[in-house]
């Protein structure tokens, strides 16, 4: 009897493919299944693989917050560290120079040219006056996600793949890192992950709202991290760091009145 095996056919968040019918970028058993279930039926079912999209404007620049459905998922695989997140949204790409700009009414970033690259050279206590500010503009209450939330929005929560890097197991395909820039580029400018979110391996680091620390082990809901410390967390790489730095599960750290050329932020609401 022969064997066929079936590989599924990926596309790019945003396009069409025929067949398509959960929605989730690829061909594969599972639409199949989808449609049997609907001639069995007759209802079509629910589908949670197609992320809410939110558009915000701030003095007349706007920004696109997607929504990350709420789950469970292990933050570190060499300890026992399970954690449980509650629906949350998050930037669909990082802070750009624009948004910055229109919100402080100056740009601190080294690297000028094209207004839809991350701003960079913003410590964490800049990054908590930008959102105070953006808040009273907005009537929001954004902020910067959690190392917890960070992680599981970069896996592609839900809908995670598995894969190193945020959306593909080839950092080039979704990274801005030293092996193919010299700077940071715009953002949205390389495929995103499983949620339609951008660069969150590479262009810029970007900052947590946690205090740094060793993750405990256990189960946790909707941790904080740390109550006290020296250093705030970052995460995902930047154009200026080796591919490995650039995996979902790299953590750095550094003192919250730190500045550099390759650290930016995302916003969480």
């Known amino acids: ?8 056919l990926k596309i790019s ?3 069409y493919l025929r067949g398509d019918n959960n929605e989730d970028g690829f061909v594969s058993i599972a639409d199949v299944t989808s449609l049997i279930d609907y001639l069995l039926s007759n209802e079509w079912p629910y589908n949670p693989l197609k992320p809410v999209v939110t558009t915000f404007t701030a003095n007349g620049v706007s920004f696109n917050m997607i929504e990350v459905e709420g789950g469970t998922f292990s933050m570190d695989n060499e300890i026992n560290y399970m954690v449980t997140l509650s629906t949350f949204n998050i930037g669909e790409t990082e802070v750009t120079r624009m ?11 080294e690297f000028k040219g094209d207004l839809t690259r991350p701003v960079e050279m913003v410590s964490w206590e800049d990054c908590q006056t930008f959102i105070t500010k953006l808040n009273r503009l907005t009537g929001q ?3 910067l996600p959690t190392e917890a939330e960070w992680a599981f929005a970069a896996r592609g929560g839900n809908l995670s793949h598995g894969n190193p890097y945020a ?6 395909d979704v990274a801005w890192y030293e092996g193919n820039s010299g700077a940071t580029q715009p953002v949205a400018a390389k495929a995103p992950n499983e949620l339609g979110i951008y660069d969150m391996s590479g262009n810029v680091w970007e900052w947590c709202q946690d205090w740094y ?3 405990p082990t256990g189960s946790y809901t909707n941790p904080q991290g740390p109550s006290t410390g020296t250093a705030r967390v970052f995460k995902g790489g930047s154009w200026h760091s080796p591919a490995y730095n650039c995996t979902i ?9 730190n500045q550099v050329n390759h650290r930016g932020l995302r916003l969480a609401l």
């Open 1 to 8: 009897m022969a064997m066929f095996l079936f590989s599924p």
């Open 13 to 15: 968040a945003g396009d």
């Open 99 to 109: 948004l910055w700009y229109a919100v402080m009414g100056a740009d601190p970033s």
């Open 141 to 143: 209450h954004f902020r």
């Open 167 to 172: 959306g593909s197991a080839s950092v080039g």
């Open 213 to 215: 620390g060793d993750y």
């Open 249 to 257: 599960g790299t953590r750095s750290h550094t003192a919250p009145e």
